[in-house]
């Protein structure tokens, strides 16, 4: 075993699937290179400590009712958490600095937490430690949803229909569609600016910003932050690229029958869908999906989170004699291994709501996508996608049977899939070459490594 530099670095993730998971490879990153890692987290959506037996784990209150840990509300569950853990942050990490002055436990040597925390900053200062700001979405989103304030206030509001697909050249490469979906309904308004100032004037005075992106895919952005911040930028690459193999930090049981069925398919023969951790569709949504699915005729594997379908327990909906239909070539699952399914030869493609996790682990297995955006960075993603790279097909929002079944045909079977898979597995290669030794991802991470050791 590796000697530990006795240095601590502290991990304070949002407790959402989509932040835990790139924190958690962080984590994972930070220990490869000799730190001790302690993770801070919240009661609600507790990583499952057993998963990281070499980690040390601390829980805080976070003060949610029951009611507010089911909603769907995510910016409200945000806000309630950022007026809540305080407190309880500051009393943790005050145990932890006495503790670490008498005991074995290693200096402290940072906080690392999420973009959406925006009382860390203070808290840190107040224990002089240093503080680095994760920040789990692509940059060109990170740039650019802290202007959405800005945009509103300018009247990006409202546009004509006629306007709908053209570019904002504030928030390249973004559709006005796009941008007036990102800027929340009426009543979201008001919180959500006041979050995303608050974001930045909590980021700036940091002490940088880890980013869970690559130049390879962020180059304009990043050659953009020196006009919004003053201080390093690591883009690090995808995070679970770096130390293999990665480790699960699922909030749900992944379901191990996954893989034995899929070793029995055909080589990218198998169509992936799942929306991540939070989208819901409505009940009408999920059986466009479903027929369109089973139009195909092309076999799949399809993540169904229990109570993601509005009203419903599951996947019930379904008209009776449904899996039956198809044969075998069909399974639904209410949890996946991702990262097996994505990197396994007979996934073909990949169905997606485009959240940056999910997105980031299509590209490096190279699996072209089917671009399904809901909500907030997803429809960026989702543009880079279609629009820049070139690796998927965007669905526009067409929830329809004969725009799904298209879609996969065109991708699994037309020679327009071809070209597609062709551009996914260059692009595979560049953000894979960067993270190996004298790549850009890796540079960055020595110098924050470098960085952290020189506190
Ligand atoms: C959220 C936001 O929705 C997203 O827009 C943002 O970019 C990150 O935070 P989420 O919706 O959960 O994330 O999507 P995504 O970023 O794709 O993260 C989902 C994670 O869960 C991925 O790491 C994926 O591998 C994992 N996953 C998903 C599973 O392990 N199994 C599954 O069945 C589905």
């Keep these: 075993m590796e000697k530990r530099n006795k240095r601590r670095m502290i991990l304070f993730p949002l407790p959402l699937q989509g932040c835990i998971n790139p924190m958690l490879q962080l984590a994972k990153i930070l220990f490869s290179r000799g730190f001790s890692i302690t993770i801070i987290h919240t009661r609600f959506n507790a990583p499952k400590s057993s998963d990281h037996p070499l980690f040390t784990f601390l829980q805080i209150p976070d003060g949610l009712s029951e009611t507010q840990k089911q909603s769907r509300d995510v910016l409200l569950q945000l806000t309630l958490l950022n007026n809540n853990c305080e407190n309880p942050l500051r009393e943790c990490l005050t145990n932890l600095i006495k503790g670490s002055e008498t005991e074995e436990g290693g200096e402290i040597s940072c906080l690392i937490d999420d973009s959406g925390w925006v009382f860390t900053q203070s808290v840190a200062d107040s224990f002089n430690l240093p503080r680095f700001v994760l920040c789990a979405y692509k940059f060109t989103f990170f740039l650019g949803h802290l202007l959405v304030p800005q945009l509103r206030r300018e009247g990006f509001l409202p546009f004509p229909d006629s306007e709908a697909e053209d570019s904002v050249p504030a928030f390249q490469p973004l559709r006005k569609k796009d941008l007036a979906r990102i800027m929340g309904k009426k009543d979201q308004v008001e919180p959500l600016d006041a979050y995303l100032v608050k974001i930045l004037e909590t980021t700036k005075p940091a002490s940088g910003l880890i980013v869970m992106s690559c130049e390879e895919l962020d180059r304009d952005s990043l050659s953009e932050s ?21 480790s699960s930090s699922s909030l749900f049981e992944p379901d191990q029958s996954c893989t034995p069925w899929l070793d029995k398919q055909e080589t990218r023969s198998v169509m992936y869908v799942s929306l991540g951790s939070i989208v819901t569709i409505t009940e009408s949504q999920f059986l466009e999906i479903a027929c369109g699915l089973r139009q195909t005729n092309l076999s799949f594997l399809w993540v169904v989170r229990p109570g993601s379908v509005q009203g419903r327990d599951w996947i019930e909906s379904l008209p009776s004699g449904f899996m039956e239909g198809l044969n075998g070539k069909g399974k639904i699952v209410k949890w996946a291994p991702q990262l097996d399914v994505l990197a396994h030869r007979a996934t073909g493609g990949f169905l997606t709501h485009n959240g940056w996790n999910s997105t980031l682990e299509s590209i490096c297995e190279g699996v072209p996508m ?21 690796i998927g097909i965007h669905l526009e929002g067409r929830i329809e049977r004969r725009e799904i079944e298209s879609a996969v045909i065109r991708l699994m079977v037309e020679p327009e899939g071809k070209q597609i ?3 996914v597995n260059a692009l595979r290669d560049e953000v894979r070459r960067s993270v190996q030794r004298g790549g850009s991802s890796s540079r960055y991470l020595d110098d924050l490594v470098d960085r952290i050791t020189s506190f």
């Design 226 to 246: 020196h006009k919004v911040f003053a201080f390093p930028i690591y883009p690090i690459g995808p995070p679970h690229i770096h130390v293999v193999p990665a």
């Design 370 to 390: 089917i671009s399904l955006p809901f909500v907030w960075d997803q429809l960026l993603n989702a543009r880079f996608v279609s629009d820049v790279w070139r």
């Design 421 to 423: 898979r062709e551009r």
